[in-house]
Structures are given as C-alpha cells and as structure tokens.
C-alpha cells in the first residue's frame, strides 16, 4: 500500500488498513481541478457567512486550498500537528469500520470526485464531500474530541443482517449514479431496491440509531440558536446547494436531543429538516445518553439478544470482566436473565481486550457455551468466592462436582483449574469428562477434550466486533473503483483546453490565447459552461471588458439551452464581479 504514514496512522490495526488506497494525484484531470475550485470559491464566499467560525479557520489549519484539490500527503503532515491524520478509501466503507477510523483520529476521505454534472450535490463520497467538509472543523478541539468519541462508541454498535443489505445497496446506487454513462433504468432499479429496504428494515438495529445521529450532526447539522443556526455539518459544507437550501424557510429547524436517533434520512435526497445543537459541548452530552441506551452499557439477556440476530461477530463482558467473542447462537434465558449462551463456530476468550493464553479461536474451533449466574441454594455467586470460600464448596482442583445453576442449568466433572483476573476473582473452570444439560437435555458433553466454564453472574456488557482485534482474522475487503471513467479523445481535448487555462491563471504559461482557448470550446463543446466561467474571471482580473462580454453573452446561451446550470453560472459570473467590487474597495 503506497500511502504516507504518520504517528497516528502507524497506531492502526490490520483489519482497518485493509480499507485504505492510494490517492493517485496524478488521474485528477483539469477538469476535476476546475470542479474543486468552483465548488471550494463558491463555498468560501457563502459559508464565510454562514458557516460555524471554525470552518473558515480550520481550512488554513488543515492545508485545505481553494484552487487545488487536496493531497493527502500534505494533509498528514498539517493533520499530524491536531493529532489526526487522514486516509484515501474507495468511497463507502461499512459503518462500523467507518466510525473505527474516528476512533483512532483518522479521517477517511473518498479519493474520487464528483462529475461536472454532478457538481452541487453527489451521492457517492469524494473529495469534496470529505476534505473540505469534514476536515476543517476538526481543528475545534471539543468538535475533535465528539468526532473521536462518536467513533469509539459507534463502532460498538450492533447491527443487523439488514443493515449491511442496506450498506451494500446504498453503496451501488451512490456508485452507478456517479458514474458516466449508467442508464435511467437501472438507477431507477437500484433506487427502488434501496426503497425497498428502507421500507422493511424491522425494528431498527443500534448501528441504525447511532447512524442517525451521525447524519444528523456529523453531515448534516446546525449550531448555534434555532432562528439563526451556523452550519458545522460536512455534508452541507461540501454541497453548494443544501449549504443555500438548508438556510431557508423550507427546512425545518429543529432543537437537537436524542430523538434525532429515531429520524431517518434519506442520502439521495435533500432533508426536509435539519436538527440544530445549542453549541459543540452538547453533541456529545446527547452521544452519552444514546451510549447509556446500547447494550455496550447494558448488557443483559436483550443485549446478548441483539448479538444473536445480528449475525455477526460480537463480545459479551461477564461481571467477572471476562470477555467472549464470537458468533452468538442461541440464549437460554430464566426469570429474564442469561442463564446460558453459546456460539458457533470460531470464538476466543479475552480479558481486557487481551485474548487469554490457551482460549483462541484453535481452541475454540466449533464454539463456545457456558452457564451464568448463581449456583442454587447458594447466596454467594462463584466470582465472588474467595479461595476458602471455594474449597469449602467444593469447587477444588482434583474434585468431582456436580453444580446445580438456577434455572435448571447443570455442570458436572472433574475440576482440573481455575483462572483468575487480577481482582483474583476465578473467571474459568477447567474440567474434564464434563457434561453439561438443561432441564436434562444435554447441552455439551466432552470426551478427551477438555471444558472451559465461563464464570459470571451477569453480561455487563455485549457490542460488537472482537474484544481482542488480534483473536480473528478480519481481513475481507476487497478494494474496488468506486467511480467508473471512461476516457475518450473528445474529453481529453476538453481536458487539456481545461489545463491550457489553469496554467495561464497560476502563470506557468502566460503566452496561452484566452481568445483561442474559448473559440475552440465554443464551436467543440457548446454545453460546457465552467470553462467559460473560467475565461470570463481572467477577463475581469484583466480588464477585457469586451472580452467579458463576448463570453457572457455565449453563458446566456448556454443558460437557454440547459437552464439547469443557469443558477450554476450566474454563481461563477456574481462571485468574479463580487471579489473585483471587493478589491476596487
């Protein structure tokens, strides 16, 4: 992988790595280059006005310019002095990796950038979206610390099967709808799909609710008092046309709280509402109260519940701190309370994040299962014994016990040894020729292999993905293009009309024909309209009235024949005739 790395980077672990890219600068075209610019001098003028006072001051602080698109080397060197760092990926990742970035102060930023047609608004991520929209507002340092704790938290989220069937139609559409040359019908087909899922999504998973909110703060919020919000969101930061839109009367303003958990969104589209927060301090006071609500803090029967239908791989925490990964089965359940769980497949066992000697995914092949709670009759829990309490029960190397659990849950064998935290409470009983049954219905039974028995009263905690990262082999991303481009002679004359234009305005060739240069896209390529836009600002800088017209007169053309982009223009000729006003002054 061919990328820059900083201090922040390094810290990555191997499963996340597997996402990033390279930017390839170099397959930018001067096309590409002239869509950055209009977009990053049309929102610098508007959001000036408009934006949190971060935006404006954390450009400068993150390297961000106007008239380049962004390389991700020189991001990394500013980036490492606020402690975070950035990547190149192709374009959506699923959510949980998403949010694992942020929790390791890491920017994910979408290499591609959004077609000339596409220029206000682009459902797929790119460039745009993700450099000039999210990286500026991360040099506010309590804005920084929500980004990275939103991160720590989301990416423990549970989600469901239908989650990542949703991920993975969402990511098609915003791929094939910025792609050139993709019929009517099947965007059509792609979008009736995503509706479809949308509409019969069940009851919406954690990683759905905490999803919400990110869209809700993180891409699409407000800041500041309801009747005259500032934007901080990168979503409407990056999108010349929600940026205005959002500002008016038609989007409804509505004060932040944890309901914006339960309002869903709709990424292909505008938002009908937008949720304002009081300042940055309450985004995360709001995250806290959402975290309180996961089963990462509640654990449970509904906790270990929600990692069964997820069908992905999770951890519970017993009370004794021991932690469980793996693909969870079933639960058996009494009074309301786990009395015992199983997984299937590979699991391992972990104390702090850290597997335990012996307890990896060899020796736990086929699954892992154990009994919770309390041995009937006995008011003191296992985890709680202390070593007489222990040997006064019975439960010594070398004894053959039989251990009645309440609700029904039987272990007999012989103890082998037991395992301790540094608490010294016994969280594993090794045994052998065990047996273990329900209400009589045997639920496992060993024959030379050795029994691990799990020891806690409660699930403190279940959330999603390994406790130790190291456990299991998580490497199963495959990079693709998200952005088709295919090339032609036509365009790429275009491209270098673009490029002979460029270098005028930076002054690398000044002996260019401006007049030349807009005769030949005037009679190849009448619809396009940036490049003229272009031509008509180094007019005005230059005084060429008479050339400004003539140029004017060709977009009002244009403006007849496609009025989609008329609002397009008057923007590019107001924000010339704007910053010429400005200097006169």
């Not at 098609?172 to 993709?182: F, P, R, V």
């Not at 029960?393 to 053959?400: A, P, V």
Request: one cysteine or more; hydrophobic letters at 35%.
């Amino acid at each position: 992988m061919s990328y820059e790395s900083n201090p922040i980077l390094d810290k990555l672990p191997k499963h996340l790595k597997q996402y990033i890219k390279p930017q390839n600068y170099e397959d930018y075209t001067p096309i590409d280059q002239a869509v950055w610019r209009y977009v990053m001098r049309k929102n610098v003028d508007y959001l000036s006005k408009v934006a949190h006072s971060s935006y404006i001051q954390g450009l400068a602080r993150t390297g961000i310019s106007i008239n380049d698109i962004p390389n991700m080397y020189g991001m990394n060197r500013i980036l490492k002095d606020l402690g975070w760092a950035a990547v190149a990926v192709d374009g959506f990742i699923p959510p949980a990796a998403f949010m694992e970035f942020q929790a390791y102060n890491v920017l994910v930023i979408a290499a591609d950038i959004r077609q000339l047609e596409h220029i206000e608004y682009t459902p797929a991520p790119d460039i745009i979206h993700e450099s000039a929209g999210h990286a500026p507002i991360i040099a506010n340092p309590e804005y920084a610390a929500y980004l990275r704790r939103f991160g720590e938290i989301g990416s423990k989220a549970v989600s469901n099967a239908k989650d990542f069937e949703l991920y993975q139609a969402v990511r098609h559409l915003s791929i094939i709808k910025e792609a050139k040359g993709t019929s009517a019908e099947t965007i059509a087909e792609a979008e009736k799909k995503v509706e479809e899922l949308q509409q019969n999504m069940g009851e919406p998973s954690e990683m759905a609710l905490i999803r919400n909110l990110h869209w809700w703060t993180v891409e699409y919020g407000l800041i500041g008092p309801l009747d005259a919000p500032k934007i901080y969101g990168a979503g409407l930061l990056s999108s010349i046309g929600e940026s205005t839109w959002c500002m008016t009367d038609a989007v409804q303003k509505v004060p932040y709280s944890i309901e914006a958990a339960k309002t869903s969104f709709d990424i292909t589209k505008p938002q009908p509402q937008l949720f304002v927060t009081p300042d940055f301090a309450f985004l995360s006071q709001v995250l806290e109260d959402f975290a309180n609500t996961m089963a990462l803090r509640t654990g449970g029967l509904s906790g270990i519940q929600k990692l069964i239908d997820s069908k992905d791989l999770g951890t519970i925490e017993l009370s004794t701190g021991l932690q469980v990964s793996g693909n969870f089965e079933y639960v058996i359940a009494h009074e309301g309370n786990p009395i015992y769980f199983q997984t299937s497949g590979k699991s391992a066992l972990a104390y702090r994040e850290k597997e335990l000697v012996g307890q990896d995914t060899k020796q736990h092949r086929s699954g892992f299962g154990s009994p919770l709670g309390r041995l009937k009759g006995i008011n003191l829990a296992i985890e709680n014994m202390s070593p007489r309490d222990l040997k006064a029960y019975d439960l010594y190397e070398g004894n053959t016990v039989s251990l009645d659990f309440e609700g029904g849950i039987k272990v007999t064998g012989k103890i082998i040894t037991g395992t301790r935290n540094l608490q010294g409470k016994i969280m594993l009983i090794t045994l052998e020729n065990c047996k273990v049954t329900h209400n009589g219905k045997v639920l496992f039974e060993s024959n030379d292999e050795l029994y691990n028995m799990a020891i806690g009263e409660h699930i403190v905690s279940a959330f999603n993905g390994p406790a130790d990262l190291n456990s299991f082999d998580l490497m199963d991303h495959e990079l693709t293009k998200t952005i088709t481009d295919p090339t032609n002679s036509k365009q790429s004359e275009l491209a270098h009309l673009y490029q002979q234009i460029r270098d005028y305005r930076e002054g690398k060739n000044t002996t260019i024909s401006r007049n030349k240069v807009f005769k030949e896209v005037k009679s190849k390529y009448p619809n396009d309209w940036l490049l003229p836009v272009e031509l008509y600002e180094l007019a005005i800088t230059n005084n060429d009235i008479q050339f400004a017209e003539e140029i004017k007169n060709h977009l009002e053309n244009i403006k007849l024949d496609n009025p989609k982009v008329g609002h397009l223009i008057d923007d590019g000729i107001a924000l010339t005739n704007s910053n010429l006003a400005t200097r006169a002054t």
